[in-house]
């Protein structure tokens, strides 16, 4: 089967590839030497002369072995002795989880998604396109230009310190936005089941724009156990109070709402779930 990478964690991959190798070959070199002369009779026939010139073409060829391979020869150790790596195929939740023990690797198809609170939080998100546009808004009309019904070229005292306020605040949320550099995550839930996984995932190894509640398999080794009721943040999110009311006053509509989902919902997991490294999501 052909695998459609969302996310593969290349150095993890090729850690674990290596113990079940017994030794990394994450590229070979192999290297062909040609020699050739040519030889002659000197013309001094009485002395018996005779010279020689040598050489040799070298060519070298390196042979580099794909994440994909990697993890291709992964899951065909965990299919041919899958106690021998802690390895658990996931067909019944509610037993395979409760059994499982941190340190082991699992995997499982569910339905996976970045919560709605740190698609908006995190680098590039929602919050951030909002706030560059609306900086490029500001200093539009901060320049004399027209926008959205505001007239830059005439604006009286009370008009010139609201735009001072709002470029100073759309400045504000910006800096916050970029020092608390949150992390993305993914939460996978089943409807056959209570359990949830969740982990965070590094930008730099996304493979996919987005993972919004679609259908995948996750694999990841267990790094904690929930126990039922047990709750714990998904990912910190600094400063997340003074940023929620910056959005706020914004005055988009869905973002000012107390109830809304993109500031409600996300920020916690509750138990039973496991918190997972994540390796790989693919379908």
Same mark, same amino acid.
């Given at each position: 089967m052909?695998?459609?990478?969302?996310?593969?964690?290349?150095?993890?991959?090729?850690?674990?590839?290596?113990?079940?190798?017994?030794?990394l070959?994450?590229?070979?070199?192999?290297?062909q030497?040609?020699?050739k002369?040519a030889?002659?009779?000197?013309?001094?026939?009485?002395?018996?002369?005779?010279?020689?010139?040598?050489?040799?073409?070298?060519?070298?060829?390196?042979?580099?072995?794909?994440?994909? #391979?990697?993890f291709? +020869?992964?899951?065909?150790?965990?299919? %041919? /002795?899958?106690?021998?790596?802690?390895?658990?195929? @996931?067909l &019944?939740?509610?037993?395979?989880?409760?059994?499982?023990?941190?340190g082991?690797?699992?995997?499982?198809e569910c339905?996976?998604?970045?919560?709605n609170?740190l698609?908006?939080?995190?680098?590039?998100?929602?919050?951030?396109k909002l706030?560059?546009?609306?900086?490029?808004?500001?200093?539009?009309?901060?320049?004399?230009?027209?926008?959205?019904?505001?007239?830059?070229?005439?604006?009286?005292?009370?008009?010139?310190?609201?735009?001072?306020?709002?470029?100073?605040g759309?400045?504000?949320?910006?800096?916050?936005?970029?020092g #608390?550099?949150?992390? +993305?995550?993914?939460?996978?839930?089943? %409807? /056959?089941?209570?359990?949830?996984?969740?982990?965070? @995932?590094v &930008?730099?190894?996304?493979?996919?724009?987005d993972?919004d509640?679609?259908?995948?398999?996750?694999?990841?080794?267990?790094?904690?156990k929930?126990?039922?009721?047990?709750?714990?943040?998904?990912?910190?999110?600094?400063?997340?109070?003074?940023?929620?009311?910056?959005?706020?006053?914004?005055?988009?509509?869905?973002?000012?709402?107390?109830?809304?989902p993109?500031?409600?919902?996300?920020?916690?997991?509750?138990?039973?779930?496991?918190?997972?490294?994540?390796?790989a999501?693919y379908?």
């Amino acid at each position: 089967m052909l695998y459609g990478f969302v996310y593969l964690n290349k150095p993890t991959l090729a850690g674990y590839a290596a113990q079940v190798d017994g030794g990394l070959i994450a590229e070979t070199k192999t290297r062909q030497m040609k020699k050739k002369s040519a030889g002659g009779t000197a013309g001094w026939k009485l002395l018996g002369l005779k010279g020689e010139r040598g050489g040799e073409n070298e060519r070298t060829d390196t042979f580099s072995d794909a994440p994909e #391979a990697q993890f291709q +020869r992964l899951l065909a150790a965990a299919n %041919s /002795d899958p106690d021998a790596i802690g390895w658990t195929e @996931v067909l &019944d939740p509610g037993s395979d989880f409760e059994s499982a023990n941190v340190g082991e690797l699992i995997s499982w198809e569910c339905d996976l998604g970045i919560p709605n609170i740190l698609r908006l939080m995190t680098p590039g998100g929602a919050a951030s396109k909002l706030m560059n546009m609306m900086g490029t808004a500001v200093s539009g009309v901060d320049a004399g230009f027209k926008v959205g019904g505001i007239d830059g070229s005439n604006l009286d005292a009370d008009q010139r310190a609201q735009l001072d306020k709002a470029k100073g605040g759309i400045d504000a949320i910006k800096q916050l936005l970029e020092g #608390a550099n949150i992390s +993305r995550a993914v939460v996978g839930t089943d %409807s /056959d089941t209570n359990w949830t996984v969740y982990g965070t @995932v590094v &930008d730099e190894h996304l493979l996919a724009a987005d993972i919004d509640a679609e259908r995948l398999l996750i694999v990841g080794k267990i790094k904690r156990k929930l126990a039922p009721g047990q709750k714990r943040r998904i990912v910190d999110i600094p400063h997340m109070s003074e940023l929620k009311r910056g959005l706020r006053k914004t005055n988009e509509p869905e973002l000012t709402k107390e109830d809304d989902p993109p500031m409600a919902e996300g920020q916690f997991v509750t138990g039973p779930a496991l918190e997972l490294d994540i390796l790989a999501i693919y379908r």
